[in-house]
């Protein structure tokens, strides 16, 4: 069964960068979609970052401008770059991917089939 398998994250103040990767184990599609969602408390996961196969990306408003997702060539492996980071970036980040379908724009959570394990990552002021 595919999994996802991430990594990076941690603490940063204000200002500072982390980078958050994720592989996908056991994956196989000519279509597919894969990114990051982030958990606001007491509510639904909220994209932040998605990229189809072909390389079409996708941003939350938030994420705009200071976060850059990218993915290996060839390989189920994604990277998000997160740039001038904000106190209201702390959150519980996961990892999602989807084998049926390319994006295209934002999509909710019930679009996606696999979910990584979650990293925390937290900005201090």
């Known amino acids: 069964e595919t999994q996802l398998v991430q990594s990076g994250g941690g603490s940063v103040q204000a200002g500072g960068s982390l980078t958050l990767s994720c592989t996908a184990t056991?994956?196989?599609?000519?279509?597919?979609?894969m990114g990051w969602f982030r958990r606001v408390p007491g509510k639904e996961r909220e994209a932040v970052a998605l990229?189809?196969?072909?390389?079409?990306?996708s941003y939350a408003e938030s994420a705009q401008g200071r976060f850059i997702i990218s993915k290996e060539n060839g390989k189920p492996t994604v990277h998000l770059q997160m740039n001038s980071l904000k106190s209201d970036d702390t959150r519980m980040y996961y990892c999602?991917?989807?084998?049926?379908?390319?994006?295209?724009?934002?999509?909710?959570?019930?679009?996606?089939?696999?979910w990584g394990q979650g990293t925390q990552v937290t900005v201090s002021p």
């Open positions: 999602t991917a989807t084998l049926w379908g390319r994006c295209g724009r934002l999509r909710s959570e019930a679009f996606f089939s696999f």
């Open positions: 990229i189809d196969d072909d390389g079409q990306r």
């Open positions: 056991k994956f196989s599609a000519s279509k597919y979609c």
